[in-house]
């Protein structure tokens, strides 16, 4: 059995939390994302950034988590944001009709009956809002 292939990187700040994720989403390395984003809740984290820039593979079961991990963040009164979503998970959502729930994906994704509005950069809001080291891995599936 060989190791899971994603690498989640974490970078707090007061009640915002930035995730980077790093390599394939799958069925053997959702449970390992989804363990990283409900942590975030239990943090006492209301504002969720996912970076999924370095994504090279996401399947259904990701979005499953992302829906999900959706639902448990509004429930607690916060928000959950994709941005730079891979094709592949940017074409499930625009077939499910489920692009109305992640703010930070392109707004050609998202129905027109839902209103949006424009959203920052996760890296831009971290960055020049404060300067620290950076961030270290959260959880590592495989080798950095």
Do not use: K, W
Not at 2 to 25: M, V, W
Not at 102 to 130: K, N, Q, W
């Amino acid at each position: 059995m060989s190791l899971p292939q994603l690498n989640i990187y974490r970078h707090d700040r007061r009640t915002r939390a930035l995730i980077t994720l790093a390599g394939e989403i799958d069925l053997e390395t959702v449970p390992l994302m989804r363990t990283a984003l409900e942590q975030c809740l239990r943090d006492g984290m209301r504002t969720i950034d996912v970076d999924l820039t370095p994504v090279t593979f996401c399947g259904c079961c990701g979005l499953n988590a992302f829906i999900e991990t959706f639902l448990h963040t509004t429930a607690a009164g916060g928000t959950l944001r994709l941005h730079y979503a891979p094709p592949m998970l940017a074409r499930m959502v625009e077939l499910t009709g489920s692009g109305y729930l992640f703010r930070g994906l392109p707004s050609t994704l998202v129905p027109a009956s839902v209103p949006t509005a424009p959203v920052p950069s996760p890296v831009a809001c971290f960055e020049t809002s404060h300067r620290l080291a950076p961030a270290a891995p959260a959880a590592s599936g495989g080798v950095l």
